[in-house]
Every structure is written in structure tokens, then in C-alpha cells.
């Protein structure tokens, strides 16, 4: 927790996505009020039901949204919703994640570290038992056009390419001079997409190696072929759309400009592809999701998933004449 005492403490607000969350949740946004002091949850569609129940933790409000506007609409009303608080950054998660105690002080420690961050992540702890320390993207030190890839072990890491949406301590003055998330892109892409325009106006992304959040992403289960490990994460083939539509509406963005992080990118989706087709289940559909984003990313598609094509890659109900 952020030790009240110390004068340089961070005025903070946690803001929490969350889209028909498990019961779970209540504890880990009592948790996230330890952390950051208030916490704002800003819940894409869910329900009357499930937000009146969010609603009861102490020192938890709720911004109710009408239906499913998309990650990157959702943590910009939580944004708007920090600033009116008045408070001068923000701690954004998912509801997949927790955070360890002492996690937002350890963030602030990295920041006055490094004070030009205006973007600072934790240590990502993977829920998969086994998994090895998360590592980050980061330009080569000796080939800036190429790419390696660091853990915290050692301790913080001053820049670093891109960060996950959960845990992160954002600035929001920066976030306003940025003009915010970029809702186009709805979901997948948004956290590595302002992360690269936090780099290209000058700032720095950073990670800090005694702030831990457990983190689950997917359903991933680790697979052994000829003694290497994969973890394919099993998502659903609308995600797959998302990705590779906005990877290449990212791409177009960026790449000129952060060679290193295309590179890396790029091998990512082969490899990404390889895991779906090796080890899925659904993988015709998830496949056919992937042409179809790659389709509407060539033509500048943006927004949500098109229902239509939504439709063309969910399995059939049993019960379906159709």
C-alpha cells in the first residue's frame, strides 16, 4: 500500500475493465482499494445485477456502460471518470489479475526512479504453474533495429516497448495529451498502441521489478513437443480477429518508426499461428478469423467485430437448424 506519510506519494485511482466478471472479483476490487485508495470499475454491458453487487465494496464506484464499447472505451471513461477525482494518474487492470500488496508504492518507487516513465508496469507473475518470469520487449543495445527480450529479475527496467493494460500506472496528463486509448481498435492492440505513442512523444515505458500482479491470460495450458514448451492460450476465434486486424493497423502506425518491435511482432503472429494450428481446438474457424482481420485491417476496418462476420466464425449450437 502507498505509505500515507511520505509527501511525494501519488495521488492514484485504480480503474478496472470488467465484462460479466466471476464472483471473485468482489475480493480482489477490496484488494485494489488497499492499493490505490478508490477504485473505479467500469463495466462493459454486464448487467444491472452484477453491477449493484460490484457496487458494494467500500471505496468502489461503478460506471455502468449500456453494452460492450470495447477495452479501450472502457478505460477511457475510467480516465475521464480519475481526472474528475481529481487525481493525477491511474493504476488500470482487467478483472483476470490481482495485485500483490505493496504493488502501487513499488510502481511509484520506479517512477521517481525514472520520472520520465509516464508509464510504468509490474512484474507479471503467470497464473500457469511453471511458467517462467515474464519478459519484456525492449530495442537491442547494440542493434537498435533489432529486438531482445528482458525479465526483471535483476532489477527495474528503465525502458522497455510495451506493456499489458493490467497493472499499469498511467499518467494522465500524458493520456489527455495523447487523446487517450484508441477505441477504433476495440480490443487487443490498445495497451501496445499507446505504449508506442507514449515512446514516439518523447516518453518512456518502464517496468518495476518489486511491483508483482498475477495475471491470467487465456486459458493457457503448457504443451511439451521435442522437449520445447508452447502455451497456447485457447482464445475464442473473434479475439484472433481483433489481433490480426489491428496488428496491421498498428503496423501502419508504427513500424517505420519502432523497427524492433515489428520485427518482434511479426515472428510473434507466426508463432502465434503455429500454437493455434498444433495444439486448438477450432482451429478451421480461428483461422478463418484470422483472414477475415487481416482482410478488414488492409481496408482500414475499425470498431467492433462486424456481426456478420462474427457469426461466420462461432461454432453452431446444437439446437441450430442452421
Known amino acids: 500500500m502507498i505509505d500515507a506519510s511520505d509527501s511525494r506519494r501519488p495521488s492514484v485511482c485504480g480503474v478496472v475493465v470488467t465484462f460479466h466478471p466471476e464472483p471473485t472479483l468482489l475480493q480482489t476490487l477490496a484488494e485494489l482499494v488497499r492499493e490505490c485508495g478508490r477504485v473505479v ?29 470495447g477495452v479501450a472505451a472502457a478505460l477511457n471513461r475510467g480516465a ?17 489479475s ?4 505493496g504493488m502501487v508504492a513499488a510502481l511509484w518507487a520506479t517512477h521517481l526512479l525514472f520520472p520520465t516513465a509516464a508509464l510504468v508496469g509490474p512484474c507479471i507473475e503467470d497464473a500457469l504453474p ?15 533495429g533489432l529486438f531482445q527480450r528482458r525479465d526483471a529479475t535483476r532489477g527495474d527496467l528503465e525502458e522497455v516497448t510495451m506493456m499489458v493494460t493490467s497493472g499499469s500506472m498511467v499518467d494522465l496528463a500524458v493520456w489527455t495529451s495523447l487523446g487517450g486509448f484508441d477505441e477504433s481498435l476495440f480490443i487487443d492492440y490498445v495497451d501496445t498502441e499507446f505504449c508506442l505513442r507514449v515512446i514516439s512523444a518523447g516518453r518512456t515505458v518502464a517496468v518495476s521489478s518489486e511491483a508483482v500482479l498475477e495475471h491470467r491470460l487465456g486459458q493457457r495450458q503448457a504443451r511439451q513437443v521435442l522437449g520445447q514448451e508452447f502455451r497456447p492460450t485457447h482464445h475464442a476465434a473473434f479475439r484472433h480477429y481483433y489481433m490480426a486486424r489491428n496488428r496491421l493497423v498498428v503496423w501502419r502506425r508504427h513500424a517505420l518508426a519502432e523497427p524492433h518491435w515489428a520485427l518482434f511482432d511479426a515472428g510473434f503472429a507466426l508463432y502465434n499461428t503455429f500454437r493455434v494450428v498444433a495444439f ?15 482482410w478488414d485491417g488492409l481496408r482500414g476496418r475499425g470498431g467492433p467485430m462486424p456481426a456478420h462476420r462474427r457469426q461466420s466464425v462461432e461454432p453452431r449450437r446444437k439446437d441450430d437448424p442452421t
Not at 470499475?41 to 464499447?69: F, H, K, M, Q, Y
Not at 490481482?98 to 500488496?101: G, H, L, Q
Open 41 to 69: 470499475v467500469v463495466d462493459n454491458g454486464s448487467g444491472d445485477a452484477i453491477c449493484a453487487r460490484l457496487a458494494t465494496v467500500p471505496g468502489v464506484e461503478v460506471i455502468a456502460l449500456a453494452a460492450n464499447l
Open 280 to 294: 486448438e481446438s477450432g482451429r478451421g474457424r480461428k483461422l478463418k478469423a484470422m483472414l477475415l482481420g487481416t
Open 130 to 144: 511453471g511458467a517462467k518470469p515474464y519478459r519484456w520487449v525492449c530495442r537491442h543495445a547494440r542493434w537498435p
Open 98 to 101: 490481482r495485485p500483490r500488496p
Open 80 to 96: 475521464v471518470r480519475a481526472k474528475e477525482l481529481g487525481v493525477e494518474w491511474m493504476v488500470t487492470f482487467d478483472q483476470d
